[in-house]
């Protein structure tokens, strides 16, 4: 898709559209409060301002939304690069940030979390803070009855749930280190990072629902947890009511830990640089990276970024459709709204299910005023019709936001009209899960253009370098780079210091040390807006995920009758990529679409149902470098019907020829 994403995006550079927020929105944003407060007559002077003063922008954002024990001595430390620190000496934690300094402002009764479960016939619940305060309290105690402490890893493998969140609260209140796994992730996917952290306790669900039907997930945790020494217990929650296998020597039931225990419990006092959490991601390679995040960072900036660009106020009702087994769930679902005090719609299921009015009915009922999804959902939506939101009453909506993958044109202008009457801006948010926050965003007073994600955010000086170092012209592309640190920065890879320097920070160390490469690509137009192109390393976005094409091949060729497989995207109309597998068969196995199907089948066991491949292609050959790496590139033009470029590299050029053209 190389040449089609440069032809896209030159259109998307000629875009003329300009949507100008409405008056009385920028005027009082909270973001714009700020920089009146601060003299600045323009954003873009703003912007300027908090770049070049990056380190004394941080320290006001710190010392505004976080609440200290100790109060740092330092805002940043590079004396370690590419190891940052920040605000070293400070004491903190990010559940009392939370939580409990609301509790102690009185402010308990507020509802955290209106929670919807997708079963339509069952009742909607509010958690408010003091509920959950007290649960994580008694959930905390339980996990310290089993031993746990500070630094151990906690591996949590649950569904959508306000339980979910508050296991990870849990974790952070003592100083343990949670590590989410999508539920939607194979029991294989889940037992290869929980063997990674060596966790020694897993928090599970009995099930959880798809399409209004209980399924299982426990015997997936027992399955993965098989034969890992370093999992004492496994934590369960009572979701469905299904019957569950059961290890009374491992086994325990949340409900039962929590019962008995006191509903008080002494918050750890943290170094901010004490870890909050591990979530993998995919890389290059294949095996998945446990990117680290330090409880310091974790208490600034998902709240500052999500009071700015979405401007949340004391009764705006903010919904994140992120699951919280993704980073988007833990800076937007979890901490960053928890952190500001705000109240959350929690929806457990499918934007389908029971029909595909089922989100629209929620913002209806609940008043949404600011929606946040990803393109890959409002594309679904959007091929469904106008006549689905046409049923409901949005005008609550004032603020709508997107990420994962660009938001195409047609897509964003759909979104705009259908979702919010053309009213609201979209905030369309570039970030990851190693940036922990927004990095590249419009804010509520930003003329937005379709398509772009705007500029860099306050704080942030990221710009985009050609591969020697140098700051590109407006106009043309290359890599995204961040040349200073931010406070919720990825901290390190658990266990893995020479990945970590090779994918971030080796590119542009000889030249300019300290820069971190984002792995996408961008271009900027001559206003100076943003276009992402996509990644720059062999990752596939597949609705919004990433996922990597090693990984797929890795598990294609552990079938038995596999030998060797290529795995590339196809740009797919919802999902923005589709898998698509090539397959050379082992001698004497002969291709049949009954095979097709069960390598299919066989990712979906071994990955999880995100990796199937849409299509599974089999092949004799697939053209390869001298020193026998698949040239993916070259199977990929080659199937799309776009040039081959330069094969002269290829050991086999005759292979090309044997692709064929999907
Ligand atoms: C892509 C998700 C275009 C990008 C928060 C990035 C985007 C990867 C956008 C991170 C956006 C995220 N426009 N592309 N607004 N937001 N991406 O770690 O390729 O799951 O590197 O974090 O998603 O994915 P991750």
């Known amino acids: 898709m190389a040449e089609g994403k440069t032809g896209t995006t030159k259109v998307l550079m000629e875009e003329t559209r300009i949507f100008e927020p409405p008056k009385a929105l920028a005027e009082n944003c909270n973001a714009w409060q700020w920089a009146k407060k601060k003299g600045f007559k323009t954003e873009k002077e703003m912007r300027a301002w908090c770049g070049e003063h990056y380190l004394e922008f941080w320290d006001e954002m710190a010392k505004t939304y976080a609440d200290w024990y100790k109060p740092y001595t330092k805002v940043m430390d590079d004396s370690g690069m590419p190891y940052f620190k920040w605000f070293t000496g400070g004491k903190v934690n990010v559940f009392y940030n939370a939580i409990e300094r609301h509790i102690k402002a009185g402010k308990g009764a507020k509802v955290a979390y209106h929670f919807i479960p997708e079963p339509t016939d069952q009742a909607e619940k509010d958690y408010t803070y003091q509920e959950i305060y007290e649960t994580v309290n008694k959930l905390a105690n339980g996990l310290k009855s089993l031993g746990v402490v500070k630094g151990d890893r906690v591996s949590i493998y649950m569904p959508m749930l306000p339980e979910t969140v508050m296991a990870m609260l849990a974790c952070a209140k003592i100083g343990a280190i949670h590590s989410l796994v999508f539920s939607g992730f194979s029991s294989k996917g889940f037992g290869d990072r929980v063997d990674d952290c060596q966790a020694k306790v897993v928090f599970t669900s009995d099930g959880f629902y798809r399409r209004g039907k209980p399924m299982p ?71 998945p990276k446990g990117i680290e995040h330090a409880h310091g960072g974790y208490c600034v900036t998902p709240a500052q970024t999500l009071h700015w660009v979405f401007d949340l106020k004391e009764n705006d009702v903010w919904w ?20 500001l005090g705000a109240t959350t719609i929690m929806y457990e299921g499918s934007p389908d299910f029971p029909d595909f009015g089922r989100w629209y009915k929620i913002i209806q009922e609940q008043k949404v005023t600011v929606f946040y999804t990803a393109p890959t959902a409002v594309r679904m939506l959007m091929k469904q019709g106008e006549e689905w939101p046409a049923k409901y009453d949005l005008s609550s909506i004032r603020l709508l936001g997107s990420v994962g993958e660009p938001l195409n044109p047609e897509a964003y202008i759909w979104y705009r009209k259908n979702f919010a009457y053309d009213k609201a801006p979209i905030m369309d948010t570039w970030w990851q899960t190693e940036t922990g926050c927004f990095v590249i965003s419009p804010l509520p007073m930003t003329p937005c253009k379709p398509g772009s994600v705007a500029y860099p955010l306050p704080g942030f000086n990221t710009t985009i370098y050609d591969e020697e170092g140098n700051e590109v012209p407006l106009g043309e592309g ?22 970590y320097k090779k994918e971030y920070w080796d590119m542009y160390w000889k030249v300019k040390p300290g820069t971190y490469l984002a792995g996408d690509k961008a271009t900027r137009d001559k206003d100076g807006y943003w276009f992402v192109q996509g990644r720059i390393d062999d990752v596939l976005s597949v609705a919004g995920h990433r996922i990597a094409n090693a990984e797929v091949e890795s598990s294609l060729v552990a079938h038995k009758d596999v030998s060797e497989a290529a795995v590339i995207g196809k740009p797919d109309e919802i999902k923005g990529e589709a898998i698509i597998a090539f397959v050379i068969l082992k001698k004497d196995v002969k291709p049949s679409d009954d095979l097709a199907k069960e390598l299919k089948t066989h990712v979906r066991t071994t990955m999880g149902p995100l990796a199937i491949p849409a299509g599974v292609y089999f092949v004799d050959d697939l053209p390869k470098t001298r020193s026998g790496k698949i040239m993916r590139r070259v199977v990929k033009a080659k199937a799309l019907g776009n040039p081959t470029g330069d094969t002269s590299a290829l050991a086999n050029p005759e292979a090309v020829d044997g692709i064929p053209l999907i």
């Open 478 to 499: 290359g890599n995204i780079v961040n040349p200073t640190p931010w406070p919720s920065m990825l901290r390190a890879f658990y266990k893995d210091e020479v990945r």
């Open 217 to 287: 997930l426990k015997p997936q945790a027992d399955e993965a947890t098989k034969g890992i020494q370093s999992v004492k217990n496994v934590i369960v929650l009572k979701r469905t009511g299904i019957e569950v296998p059961w290890n009374d020597a491992k086994d325990v039931w949340f409900h039962e830990l929590i019962k008995g225990q006191s509903a008080e419990c002494k918050t750890e006092e943290l170094d901010a640089e004490d870890r909050l959490f591990i979530l993998y991601t995919s890389g290059t390679t294949g095996k």
């Open 320 to 339: 994140c459709t992120a699951d919280v087994g993704w980073i988007t769930g833990h800076s937007y679902v979890a901490y960053g709204p928890l952190c």
